[in-house]
């Protein structure tokens, strides 16, 4: 899983002085820079299939320890020319807040946004932020269970 929360107000600035200088104007190395998946300084559908991909992955991974909840992601369909709906970005963070509510968090985990309206970079890496600290806290638990005797029920190892 691949998780982008280190987006900082450079990015930002850095696509904005792209959009307005256009496209035409762009060099090839600024143009590749633009399309690339990994562009920090806007939101994008790329953005969009990363967090639900990995929200979806997550709870999977709950649901393989004993947690998890329902969820309703779109994994893998953003597209370029989708424009996410109000309904579709409160979705994405009632996922998130679903699984916060059933498993565990750092005590510095960030707030989970109220909206995806106007979202700011800040609140763009706490979406990631808290989806990475719960996939952390998942595979901490995973690796420990060897330490705590799961792997030798009834005195019979399965290693």
């Known amino acids: ?10 990015d930002v600035t850095y696509v ?4 307005t200088k256009g496209w035409v104007a762009m060099t ?5 820079y633009f399309l690339a998946d990994t562009v920090k300084g806007a939101y994008n559908y790329t953005d ?3 967090v639900e991909d990995n ?19 779109k994994v893998s369909n953003w597209v370029m020319t989708d424009i996410p709906t109000i309904t579709e970005t409160t979705r ?9 509510n059933d498993y565990y ?24 932020k808290i989806l990475f600290d719960i996939n952390s806290i ?12 799961t792997f030798n029920c009834g005195q019979t190892s399965f290693l």
């Open 55 to 73: 929200t979806d992955e997550i709870n999977t991974l709950l649901i393989s320890i004993g947690f998890g909840v329902t969820l309703n992601t």
């Open 105 to 128: 968090t750092y005590v510095t985990t960030p707030t989970l946004p109220s909206d995806m309206q106007n979202m700011t970079f800040t609140e763009a890496n706490a979406i990631e």
């Open 28 to 32: 090839t190395t600024e143009k590749a």
């Open 48 to 50: 969009f299939n990363r």
């Open 138 to 149: 998942i595979l901490l638990a995973i690796d420990s269970f060897k330490y705590c005797g």
């Open 1 to 10: 899983m691949d998780f982008v929360y280190d987006r900082v107000q450079n």
């Open 92 to 100: 994405i963070l009632n996922n998130i807040q679903l699984m916060v």
């Open 16 to 19: 904005k002085t792209l959009i």
